[in-house]
């Protein structure tokens, strides 16, 4: 209960300040907004959409915008360098990583949130005809997504070229999650649904979800003491 209690503080003052800011998730709903327009320019023809793909669009946006987000939601511990301050205090050092990728969590998830409806107008999708496990999917990728991204994103807070680095090392690892996301997606958005397919995908990234947290919550203290 207290490693769960520090841990919704930390989300808590994530979302706090964003509300303060409003920042990170107004440039995360704006760019991933962008960048389904641009693909809507390339895969739509005559009113309709050139193949199935609004799953990976889905996809690919959340992952774009949730790069965005981490670097500047890790960029504000940097500027005010209160990152230092929260590894010095008494809580532990795993609920402040938990904390943080529920808070980025939370920001993707506001954000496909705001995307799911313009794929679905652009792109003719049937993003609403299985909500439950849409919204599993959506979740469980954010939350793997983030969980990783929280992890490199403190380790490279005080390199140069962090937003890069953050990149470069961000998409490789996450790519598993990627898959799972889009293919369960892409089950529900057939024109013969396969919820079956999609809850199998479901497990998969709950499976991802759990080694990285576990992975994570073994090698982060360690990492920031060095």
């Not at 320019?41 to 981490?70: C, E, K, N, Q, T």
């Not at 511990?77 to 301050?85: M, P, Q, S, Y």
């Amino acid at each position: 209960m207290r490693f769960l209690r520090q841990a919704g503080l930390m989300l808590w003052k994530d979302l706090v300040v964003e509300f303060r800011a409003r920042d990170v998730l107004t440039a995360m709903v704006f760019f991933a907004c962008m960048v389904v327009l641009v693909f809507s320019l390339a895969f739509v023809r005559d009113g309709r959409p050139v193949g199935d793909v609004a799953g990976g669009i889905l996809w690919v946006s959340l992952a774009f915008s949730g790069a965005l987000g981490l670097g500047r939601n890790f960029e504000r511990e940097r500027e005010a360098d209160t990152l230092h301050g929260l590894l010095m205090s008494p809580a532990d050092r795993g609920a402040i990583l938990v904390g943080k990728a529920l808070g980025v969590t939370v920001f993707m998830s506001v954000t496909a949130a705001v995307v799911a409806p313009l794929i679905a107008v652009l792109f003719d999708a049937p993003l609403g005809r299985d909500p439950l496990p849409l919204a599993l999917l959506l979740l469980l990728g954010s939350f793997g997504f983030a969980i990783v991204g929280a992890i490199f994103g403190t380790l490279l807070l005080k390199a140069r070229a962090r937003d890069v680095l953050l990149a470069v090392i961000l998409y490789p690892l996450t790519v598993p999650a990627l898959i799972a996301g889009t293919v369960g997606t892409s089950a529900l958005l057939d024109a013969r649904p396969q919820p079956g397919r999609a809850w199998f995908w479901i497990q998969a990234l709950s499976a991802f979800d759990l080694i990285f947290l576990v992975v994570a919550l073994w090698a982060f203290e360690a990492l920031t003491t060095e």
